[in-house]
């Protein structure tokens, strides 16, 4: 059995379940928009947002979930899946995990529409039933996610970021979906605020271990063999790269942001970039902060008595620094 399958094992029933009523949450009048969710629903990915509103909620509740735990874990992906559609006509991308995305097959004009119907179902979803309490989660989630994409857009146009500002980069980024998820799960059944704001961490350091995670995939080998450098490419300050500019020579220092600014397509030059990166232990300390977060992670998991739901979260955990893709 493979490390996803073991995470999902005692959420099984709840995710199937939540499938359902995920594409039922999803559907409308119009032809059009019934097409392209059932496409959106077809291509699912690993589904890690839900997996971790359910897993979450059983292990605070002793195993029980209710019907507000499936409207969160639903929301929660509407409103992920809106972003990830706004996300592909924002970068011009043909392809999603595989597929082609919304705006390739069906241009950019209702990619934009689709992604604003699916949030505004997200949001319906919330306001019909009145859990104002898991809409004010996500609400703030999205606002972070805007705010943490423009963050970094006006920093990567100076190449000068340090490193606390790359980690509020991505805190908001990536890291506050994941917390939502989790203080999500947590909210839809239990009051005790002390234990949701437990579970909110607990997710926001997942998503930094996640995100340098994937930092790190620049520079090490892609499916053949080779250091993609596509964040080089694309002017994108990662842990590594930030790590080192900040412990070199002026000389070095320049060198470095003139190849990344200038020379990003001459792959002659990124290869020597992604080679100076790790001769001066820019993966190291990007790799030595990764797991400062996932112990800090499995550090708040501690507090909670053991279950087949928290040995879910501690796998999960570690899956997120361990994984290949």
């Not at 073991?6 to 097409?35: D, G, W």
């Not at 990619?111 to 949001?123: F, I, M, P, R, T």
């Not at 080779?226 to 002017?235: N, R, S, V, W, Y």
Request: some cysteine; hydrophobic content about 40%; proline content about 2%.
């Amino acid at each position: 059995m493979n490390v996803t399958a073991q995470i999902k094992q005692p959420i099984q029933a709840e995710m199937e379940l939540f499938e359902r009523k995920f594409y039922e949450s999803m559907t409308s009048k119009v032809a059009l928009l019934n097409r392209i969710t059932y496409y959106i629903v077809n291509r699912k990915g690993k589904q890690m947002r839900p997996m971790f509103v359910f897993l979450t909620a059983k292990m605070l509740s002793n195993g029980n979930v209710n019907e507000r735990t499936y409207r969160g874990a639903s929301v929660i992906e509407l409103i992920h899946t809106a972003t990830l559609v706004h996300d592909d006509v924002v970068d011009d991308s043909n392809r999603r995990r595989g597929f082609f995305s919304i705006n390739a097959l069906w241009k950019n004009k209702i990619a934009v529409l689709v992604g604003d119907y699916l949030l505004s179902k997200g949001l319906l979803l919330s306001i019909d039933h009145g859990d104002f309490d898991l809409l004010r989660i996500i609400s703030v989630a999205v606002r972070e996610m805007s705010e943490g994409e423009l963050l970094q857009i006006e920093k990567a146009r100076r190449l000068d970021i340090v490193e606390e500002v790359y980690y509020e980069i991505i805190r908001k980024k990536t890291a506050t979906l994941i917390a939502a998820c989790c203080a999500l799960g947590a909210k839809s059944v239990v009051e005790d605020d002390i234990k949701v704001e437990q579970m909110r961490k607990f997710g926001e350091l997942i998503g930094m271990a996640f995100q340098i995670k994937d930092d790190l995939f620049d520079y090490t080998q892609d499916a053949i063999g080779k250091p993609t450098g596509i964040d080089i490419k694309e002017q994108k300050m990662t842990l590594p790269l930030i790590h080192v500019l900040n412990n070199c020579t002026k000389k070095e220092k320049d060198w470095v942001i003139n190849s990344i600014k200038n020379h990003n397509k001459d792959k002659k030059r990124v290869k020597e970039v992604i080679a100076f990166v790790k001769n001066n232990n820019g993966l190291a300390y990007a790799e030595q902060k990764m797991a400062q977060f996932q112990q800090e992670a499995l550090q708040i998991l501690a507090d909670f008595p053991e279950s087949e739901f928290k040995a879910a979260l501690t796998l999960m955990v570690n899956y997120v620094i361990e994984r290949k893709i």
